[in-house]
């Protein structure tokens, strides 16, 4: 199937999220989205598969313009979508997932399950997908949950795929057969558009890109071109992708973290038995698929989890049984990996949230009141300092972008006197701008003598910050290995493989 | 042609963790032998207190019946102490269960419960007896308003809309009956209208609650009190002055079924009800099929767990918990007409006292389920029963903790037993489409 978007325009208020943007997908052919986070990809797709309403424009499948109301609409006419959140049920099967709004009934209104089993099964062995069709969404693993959503959608007959950044959630492993089962599907012909912010991916799988910044088509590429070519289309400017960071200057051992365990409230032990050290003026970046222990990992070391055993030692002092603020108060920063939930009250003003963790002395209060006029001038700084681009510091951060709400956290945290800086999923939904920026203070940090641990899902970012890389699976430290380890030994790393050969360094 | 050939063996998954399992170690494997013991030590000092002497006898049959089954005369003292250790060794072996981390299976709670309310009974009643049949049969009938509530719950919360309003629901409910059935002379017709005021106040919670995304607790809360209000107002300024014509309905009265009706035991206690009841049965049924096996089901609960993915998939998210909302209404209001047209003849005020309410609680207790929230009514029902069959008898417990008999249970129910249970996803979260 053929699909011309032409001069699609999409406003929310009085934000233009697609300016006229054109485009043509052809069967047979993967057409690459490339774009920022923000840069209107998600809602052109949203827009085509009917869940938004264009304010211009006409979406054309084969020479017939179409007039959208619904999901329904889009998918009866032959445009299947794989979300980037999951829109599975977790807690229907594999099976009523694949039927929900398209279900065969039998004598009033009763579910024919074993059809809708059979189709799935049908399916499942065409593409070698092997997904049981009774197992339950949630039991299953994620890679094997998108290709639950690549069923349902295979199975209302679309001729046209929309991926929406589909590798976030997934191995290097995981991504490698999804880009296989894209091609499957290219070579069956099928029209496919693949949007993502990866350049690695979109080199090794598309046919055409085309390059969206800010709401609008700002070019087309060939896969042949370079990385740096592309990250500066995507951007609007040369941007650097290396990280540029001297060779570290160790100091003496600051956390030690001796045998740490973390049950969870349902009981389940989320960090198994987890021992590394940290020298000062090092980075130890923990690589490992998100939900593998470091979440709790994170929140043990702030003391923010409530059953932990083991030992986690920050230059020579016990912080397992402290209270959270007695860490703080020790000199942990903490860069939280959701900054909406845990690094920010979004309804509080900037100056608000740069004195959420100094809220009890000195030097923005006094006697229990607050100290007004310290917290502007501080404010006033930081906000220079970090570049976070607001109007001024008594905006509210619900109204900051992802970048800038970052780097309010980040501000705040780099602003004590730090002895060990955690930092989870730092660049998280950030700018390429935000993230040169955001690494480049995480360098600093470590430079002047601070002991630095970096959560990231993002193996580019994990490669590009650490000084080792330690990676976990299942609550359980597969190795640590140098940060100069192939990509392809960590991805094995990350699916709890150990290379026979592989020796642990420590540092 | 390139070929998949991994096999997503769990190894190859992404997923969290969820194989690591140590055995649970929460709260809830603790709960069930704690609960357990407090109950057969309590049981055990009320007997040490006042010791039971006499005879209690169960009657199990009703002087109608086909079959007559003979009374079972027991020795009250030591029959209530041979239950009590009964119940020390059932809460034996949930102590022994926590210990060696093994699942606690739904049949110790259950046969726990059935042999503490023999002990309990033996002792209550000592010297007298007990009318088995009029116990549970009572307590079917007590429950008719409870079950039709929390069915009413489970459908809107299924669907993803907090139903608060049952409350309010079984009150109008009551009241459309008692004057349609007064007016019309026909207690069908009663019922009906008793529906139609169910799904009227199951709208205006639509309408604030889905249309203009107003929080759901607060708008059921304030219908509540609003239904409260006006039924009151109504009551004194139209029924009362006329309650000849406006608020004498004609009772419903109980219909045995042949052959059903003449079972020893069942029949009497599930067959010889108000067609009130019978109604209550097939309704039960169908909501519990309905919900499962039907299209209708698998997207109202789709809509209820994540209605984006819903509306990803072309159904209308606010259309169909408007639907639902609608006849969950109505079945919560069939319920009120119970108290006008069962329990009473014509409306009083306020004369649902806080069965919506414990409804809701039905609705917790039986984990969103319509069979095993009507389990959980009928528990609620037996014990309103039980408070009047004691003071009924006479028995040594003072009748103010008996009227809070049912309302005890209620807490220890949804406190204490209810074990892990997990509300539809999308419980209580409006859906705005972009």
Request: charged share 20%; aromatic share 6%.
């Amino acid at each position: 199937m053929r699909l011309v978007l032409r001069g699609i325009t999409k406003r929310f208020g009085s934000v233009v999220a697609n300016d006229s943007i054109s485009l043509r997908v052809e069967p047979g052919e993967i057409h690459c989205l490339l774009g920022e986070n923000g840069a209107g990809k998600s809602t052109l797709m949203n827009v085509l598969y009917g869940l938004y309403k264009a304010d211009e424009g006409e979406i054309e499948l084969d020479g017939e313009v179409q007039h959208f109301t619904g999901p329904g609409d889009a998918m009866a006419a032959g445009i299947g979508m794989v979300h980037q959140h999951f829109m599975l049920i977790p807690v229907f099967t594999v099976a009523e997932n694949v039927m929900l709004g398209n279900e065969t009934t039998g004598f009033a209104g009763t579910l024919d399950l074993a059809e809708a089993s059979k189709r799935v099964t049908e399916i499942s062995e065409r593409f070698g997908f092997h997904v049981d069709p009774d197992a339950v969404v949630e039991d299953l693993p994620v890679g094997v949950q998108q290709r639950v959503e690549i069923i349902k959608a295979l199975s209302r007959d679309a001729e046209l795929l929309v991926f929406d950044e589909p590798t976030a959630v997934l191995t290097p492993q995981e991504t490698d057969e999804l880009m296989d089962i894209m091609r499957q599907l290219k070579e069956a012909g099928k029209a496919i558009v693949f949007i993502t912010h990866k350049l690695r991916e979109v080199r090794e799988v598309a046919d055409r890109i085309t390059v969206i910044r800010l709401g609008k088509v700002v070019g087309e590429a060939e896969p042949t071109a370079s990385n740096v070519e592309l990250a500066s289309m995507m951007v609007g400017r040369p941007v650097e992708l290396v990280v540029h960071k001297d060779a570290p200057t160790l100091g003496d051992d600051a956390l030690v973290v001796r045998d740490l365990q973390v049950v969870d409230a349902a009981g389940h032990k989320q960090c198994d038995g987890l021992s590394f050290t940290i020298r000062a003026g090092e980075i130890l970046a923990v690589a490992g698929v998100q939900g593998n222990g470091q979440t709790e990992l994170t929140e043990a070391l702030l003391g923010l989890q409530d059953d932990v055993s083991g030992s986690i030692r920050l230059d020579g002092v016990e912080l397992v049984g402290r209270s959270t603020r007695k860490i703080l108060d020790a000199g942990v920063g903490f860069i939280p990996e959701d900054r909406q939930v845990d690094g920010l009250v979004p309804g509080f003003t900037i100056a608000e949230n740069l004195m959420l963790n100094r809220s009890f002395r000195s030097p923005f209060v006094r006697n229990g009141s607050l100290r007004l006029g310290a917290l502007r001038e501080f404010a006033q700084q930081k906000l220079k300092e970090y570049d976070v681009r607001a109007r001024d510091i008594d905006s509210l951060a619900a109204n900051l972008s992802g970048g800038n709400q970052q780097k309010v956290v980040v501000a705040r945290e780099l602003s004590r006197d730090l002895r060990l800086l955690v930092a989870a999923q730092p660049t998280r939904g950030v700018d390429v701008g935000s993230i040169e920026f955001i690494h480049k203070q995480i360098v600093a940090t470590r430079d002047s003598g601070i002991p630095v641990l970096v959560v990231s899902t993002e193996l580019d970012e994990v490669v590009a910050l650490a000084d080792r890389i330690m990676v976990l699976y299942r609550g359980k430290v597969v190795g640590i290995v140098p940060a100069d380890t192939p990509r392809e030994t960590l991805g094995l790393m990350m699916t709890g493989e150990r290379p026979k050969d592989l020796k642990d360094v420590v540092a | 042609m390139s070929t998949v050939t991994t096999q997503p063996t769990p190894e190859s998954g992404g997923l969290a963790p969820d194989t690591v399992v140590t055995p649970t170690r929460g709260a809830g494997a603790r709960k069930l032998p704690v609960v357990l013991g407090v109950l057969t030590l309590l049981l055990a000092g009320i007997l040490l207190r006042s010791k039971p002497s006499g005879d209690t006898t169960f009657q199990l049959s009703v002087a109608t019946d086909f079959v007559t089954l003979p009374d079972i005369v027991v020795p009250s003292g030591p029959t209530a102490w041979l239950m009590v250790v009964i119940c020390l060794g059932l809460t034996a072996e949930a102590v022994r269960r926590m210990l060696t981390r093994l699942h606690q299976p739904m049949w110790i709670p259950i046969t726990f419960a059935i042999v503490w309310m023999i002990g309990f009974l033996s002792w209550a009643a000592a010297g007298d007896r007990i009318r088995v049949v009029s116990l549970l049969g009572g307590a079917v009938a007590l429950a008719i308003p409870l079950v039709f509530g929390a069915l009413g719950g489970v459908l809107g919360e299924r669907a993803g809309v907090v139903n608060i309003a049952i409350e309010g629901q079984l009150l109008l409910g009551a009241f459309a009956a008692a004057i349609t059935a007064s007016t019309t002379g026909s207690p069908w017709a009663g019922v009906a209208a008793a529906a139609v005021a169910g799904a009227l106040v199951a709208l205006i919670l639509g309408l604030f609650a889905i249309t203009y995304f107003v929080d759901q607790v607060i708008v059921g809360v304030v219908l509540n009190v609003l239904v409260v209000g006006l039924t009151n107002f109504l009551f004194r300024q139209v029924l009362t002055p006329n309650a000849e014509s406006l608020n004498s309905p004609e009772r419903l009265r109980a219909v045995p079924i042949p052959v059903l009706g003449d079972i020893p035991l069942i029949g009497p206690i599930f067959f010889r009800q108000t067609p009130l009841v019978y109604l209550l049965y097939v309704v039960v049924a169908v909501v519990a099929f309905a919900l499962y096996r039907t299209r209708w089901g698998l997207r109202l609960r789709a809509v209820g767990e994540h209605p984006k993915a819903a509306d990803t998939v072309g159904i209308k998210v606010n259309r169909t918990r408007y639907r639902t909302i609608l006849l969950a209404g109505a079945i919560a209001g069939m319920g009120g007409a119970y108290f006008s047209l069962v329990s009473v003849a014509g409306f009083n005020r306020e004369m649902t006292g806080g069965a919506g309410y414990i409804a809701l609680a039905a609705v917790i207790f039986g984990k969103w389920d319509p069979i095993r929230a009507t389990l959980a009514a009928l528990l609620f029902g037996f014990a309103t029963n039980l408070q009047g069959v004691l003071s009924a008898i006479g028995s040594p417990v003072p009748s103010q903790f008996m009227l809070m008999l049912p309302y005890l249970v209620t807490i220890f129910a949804v406190a204490g037993l209810v074990g892990r249970s997990r509300p539809p996803a999308a419980d209580g979260v409006p859906y705005r489409q972009q």
